[in-house]
């Protein structure tokens, strides 16, 4: 190598810096010390966390991303260091989050040798194999010179278009090969690249007619709108023409859930509102929303949607999701907030429109009057007082007991059906959870994620006593580094999401969902804050409901990392204008109304 050559892991360490990646996260092996060689190198201009299991620093990548818009690194060692992360690359590849994953694999002079830790049996070094379905796209340079089109490649497939996870799989000589007097400029490829592409004109145009001559039209919100950064434009729209907003899980926050526009969540176990205007709007205009099943009610037709008769307009950056789950009026393929835009700017040139907005008077105090109903229903959770705490009082007090600033990060089960149910997010990134692949431990590490990336807001996340036993490795990592987060254990002594299933689907065999003491049968669980006490974080326990809400304002503003173990009754579901099909298994009832039969 002549003496001014970088290596491959300088190469890719100096790109990572070029496009401004604060942190990497990641766990090291024999297969990538010559990469953390080159972060060592470099450690004054990119930060690396170590952390103790890959899966947490694919979470980590992931959260950063969802409250920054910048995407970072991970970093991971060949075998089995890399195999703990494909399960993080789902997530964020599901939910549409890119980071860039560098795994380490065997040196190319071992391939198909059988050298420790080389997946050879069927292909030579086949990590790629592996991941091929978990992630956008996966690069694997075999020689020092192919590093700096791999890595340039790999950044663009990962931020444009539909954004995801991609892969750079690095056998272990080539972290030390020559691979270039420079490192390619992201100013060159990546960062002159807009993705932000317009709609047809002409399809602008009809959504305007549809919208304007629409009687009951719902506008729907999934997380294009928030990512997408569009929740400024969706406040014009639905302001100027009166069209009430509905949110899928994912969208959520995308409108403030206190505007008198906001509809709430749709879902198996959204509310009375939200389902029940967009199951019988005449217009549906969806925005970056995927129909999965849980938005969807199982795509049975007057739960969550009727479409049709709805006639449904779709736009998504990802012409893939647009029809498919439901029929299409109209399909734009488009970014969203430039859709918006171009919609905001047709309705300038159109007359009328005050007169539209102005006969939405009755569809909207229709609503009014679901929303009523509603209320009426779910109010007397907001004041149970039992114990172990009701679960719909604890999402309650969790959610008041936070700042308008504060980012709410959830795990996976039942508490996050709760949550989605009754926080009221105000920004769209104020509850962060994941719907596509649903990992346990999203919430758990992806806090720590949260707080570096927004190290002056309150980040707390609420998390199932199943995934915080499973990951509870966090703990040490927000010792090391000094990351005041929260957490606030839903300990109900069991995976309830899962027993409730066993309950409701299945007569009540239950195995293999909670946690027993063996001789006395009791609720088993470790003292999770005493736990967090020999972690050297502050750990306390709260079994009352009126406790909850003070002990998390205590755990923010100490401006340290902190644990609650939140007694939290395990028997109860949050039911809602939808159902759930478990194909073969059966088909849950709606918690209030019933089914919508369109005339
Ligand atoms: C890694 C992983 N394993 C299994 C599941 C299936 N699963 C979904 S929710 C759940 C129960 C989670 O239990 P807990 O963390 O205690 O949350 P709870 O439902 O009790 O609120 C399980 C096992 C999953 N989503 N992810
Ligand atoms: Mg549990």
Redesign the pocket.
């Known amino acids: 190598m002549t003496k001014n050559m970088l290596d491959g892991g300088q190469v890719i360490v100096d790109y990572l810096i070029r496009e401004r990646v604060p942190y990497v996260f990641g766990l090291c092996g024999h297969g990538n010390i010559q990469f953390i060689d080159a972060l060592y190198e470099r450690s004054a201009d990119i930060k690396t966390i170590s952390v103790h299991h890959e899966t947490v620093a694919g979470f980590m990548a992931d959260v950063f991303y969802r409250v920054s818009g910048r995407p970072t690194a991970t970093f991971t060692s060949c075998g089995p260091g890399s195999a703990n992360l494909p ?1 993080a690359l789902a997530n964020s590849f599901l939910d549409s989050v890119p980071f860039l994953a560098v795994t380490g694999n065997v040196p190319t002079s071992q391939f198909n040798r059988g050298a420790f830790q080389e997946l050879y049996r069927h292909y030579q070094a086949d990590f790629p194999s592996t991941v091929r379905a978990y992630c956008k796209r996966v690069f694997q340079p075999t020689r020092g010179e192919m590093v700096p089109l791999a890595i340039r490649q790999a950044w663009k497939t990962m931020v444009t278009g539909r954004p995801g996870p991609v892969v750079l799989d690095v056998p272990f000589d080539v972290f030390k090969e020559a691979a270039a007097e420079e490192t390619p400029k992201p100013e060159d490829w990546n960062a002159s690249i807009s993705c932000r592409c317009g709609a047809d004109p002409e399809g602008v145009a009809k959504v305007v007619d549809m919208l304007l001559a629409a009687e009951r039209p719902v506008i729907l919100i999934g997380q294009g709108v928030k990512y997408g950064g569009a929740d400024a434009d969706l406040l014009q729209l639905a302001e100027r023409l009166q069209i009430p907003v509905a949110c899928s899980a994912s969208g959520l926050g995308g409108i403030d859930s206190e505007h008198p526009l906001a509809l709430g969540l749709v879902a198996r176990n959204g509310a009375y509102s939200a389902n029940h205007a967009a199951r019988q709007a005449d217009v549906l205009l969806a925005l970056g929303v995927r129909f999965d099943d849980r938005t969807s009610s199982s795509w049975l037709p007057g739960y969550s949607f009727t479409i049709p008769p709805t006639r449904l307009i779709h736009v998504d950056i990802d012409p893939d999701e647009i029809a498919r789950n439901y029929p299409v009026a109209l399909g734009l393929m488009a970014d969203v907030r430039t859709f918006l835009r171009q919609v905001l700017a047709e309705l300038d040139r159109r007359k009328g429109v005050a007169d539209s907005a102005a006969a939405r008077a009755k569809w909207l105090k229709a609503i009014d009057g679901y929303r009523q109903e509603w209320a009426a229903f779910i109010a007397p959770g907001f004041t149970d007082d039992s114990r172990p705490i009701h679960p719909q009082r604890a999402a309650h007090e969790i959610d008041k007991a936070l700042s308008r600033d504060a980012i709410l990060v959830s ?5 996050h059906n709760w949550l989605i149910q009754f926080c009221k997010p105000k920004r769209p990134d104020s509850l962060i959870g994941s719907m596509g692949f ?4 999203f919430g758990v590490a992806g806090v720590l994620g949260a707080k570096l990336a927004a190290p002056d807001r309150p980040c707390v996340s609420v ?5 915080f036993f499973m990951h509870a490795s966090v703990l040490g990592t927000a010792v090391e580094y000094d990351i005041p987060v929260v957490w606030v254990v ?1 300990n ?1 002594y ?5 027993r409730g299933l066993q309950r409701g689907y299945l007569g009540g065999r239950e195995l293999a969902t909670d946690f027993k003491h063996p001789q006395t049968g009791e609720p088993y669980n470790p003292d999770f804050a005493a736990m967090a006490r020999s972690a050297g974080i502050d750990g306390v326990t709260v079994d009352r409901a009126a406790d909850l809400g003070d002990a998390v304002r205590k755990a923010v503003a100490t401006g340290k990392p902190y644990l609650i173990d939140a007694k939290i009754a395990a028997d109860k579901n949050p039911g809602g204008a939808g159902v759930w099909d478990l194909p073969g298994t059966g088909r849950s009832q709606p918690a209030f109304g019933g089914r919508y039969q369109p005339n």
Request: proline letters at 5%; a negative charge.
């Open positions: 399960i795990d996976i089960g039942i508490h649903g990992p346990m431990g998390v199932g006593d199943g995934a839903w109900n069991a995976y309830a999401s899962i």
